[in-house]
């Protein structure tokens, strides 16, 4: 059921970009649009996620439940390495962004750098996935208080180009090219994607997450906003 939900969700922004829909949603299509849509699918979709997981290409464990405070960890995978790229260190998330980082890497991530750079990704700099705390300038929790969410810095590739979102976000060379594809990518993939043009929190990383709302902040929010 996972996977139907997964493939399912990905062929329906693929067409929908195709066709240049009109949902909000689907604004991740264009490469200057604020997207919020709202509610998320419900969480039964992960419903037997870790055997899900198996099926793909990434090394993982399994991670105990545990709680802090209101912060938790549940369904949660300890990720070294996804498909071609290692993680900088060992990073626990939920199984459910697991799956999404898989999906990504395939079909957002390596296309990309093969592209734009000339060589595959193959280790992931990133700053964190749990961190039991509220979202930044925010009083309710972060999705890293359930290590839903990882925040990735710098790309490198096998031939040792460095991409770093805090120096070449902007930049209009290959590596500025690269990282926007790669922004706009994710708002295709996972729930919740902030980026250097979201607020000064995110300068330096992208910010993707699982959780319920969805949302693409690849450039300043629209002040019209409610
Ligand atoms: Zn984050």
Same mark, same amino acid.
């Given at each position: 059921?996972l996977?139907q ?5 990905? /062929? ?8 240049g829909g009109?949902?909000a949603?689907?604004?991740?299509c ?6 919020d849509?709202?509610? &998320?699918p419900?969480g039964?979709v992960?419903?037997?996620?870790q ?9 993982? /464990?399994?991670?105990?439940d545990r709680?802090?405070g209101?912060?938790?960890i ?10 071609q790229a290692?993680?900088? /260190? ?13 999906e ?10 093969? /592209? ?15 961190a039991?705390?509220?979202?930044r300038?925010?009083?309710r929790?972060s ?14 590739t ?13 930049e209009?060379?290959?590596?500025g ?6 922004g706009?990518? &994710? ?25 319920p ?6 450039r300043?929010?629209d002040?019209?906003?409610?």
């Amino acid at each position: 059921m996972l996977a139907q939900w997964f493939h399912g969700f990905r /062929r329906t922004i693929n067409l929908a970009c195709s066709i240049g829909g009109t949902f909000a949603l689907l604004s991740a299509c264009s490469s200057d649009v604020v997207y919020d849509s709202g509610k &998320a699918p419900p969480g039964q979709v992960y419903e037997n996620c870790q055997k899900y997981l198996r099926q793909f290409d990434l090394d993982f /464990r399994p991670v105990a439940d545990r709680s802090t405070g209101a912060c938790r960890i549940r369904d949660a995978v300890q990720v070294s390495r996804i498909g071609q790229a290692k993680l900088s /260190r060992p990073a626990i998330m939920t199984c459910a962004l697991a799956v999404q980082l898989s999906e990504f890497e395939t079909v957002v991530l390596q296309p990309a750098a093969k /592209r734009t750079l000339g060589s595959p990704i193959t280790t992931i700099h990133h700053y964190g996935t749990y961190a039991c705390r509220n979202a930044r300038s925010k009083s309710r929790l972060s999705q890293h208080a359930y290590a839903n969410a990882i925040d990735i810095g710098i790309l490198e590739t096998a031939s040792g180009i460095k991409t770093s979102v805090s120096r070449h976000w902007d930049e209009a060379g290959s590596k500025g090219e690269f990282l926007k594809t790669v922004g706009q990518g &994710a708002c295709t993939l996972f729930h919740g994607v902030l980026g250097p043009d979201s607020d000064r929190n995110h300068q330096d990383h992208f910010h993707f997450d699982m959780g319920p709302y969805t949302y693409c902040q690849l450039r300043p929010v629209d002040p019209r906003r409610p």
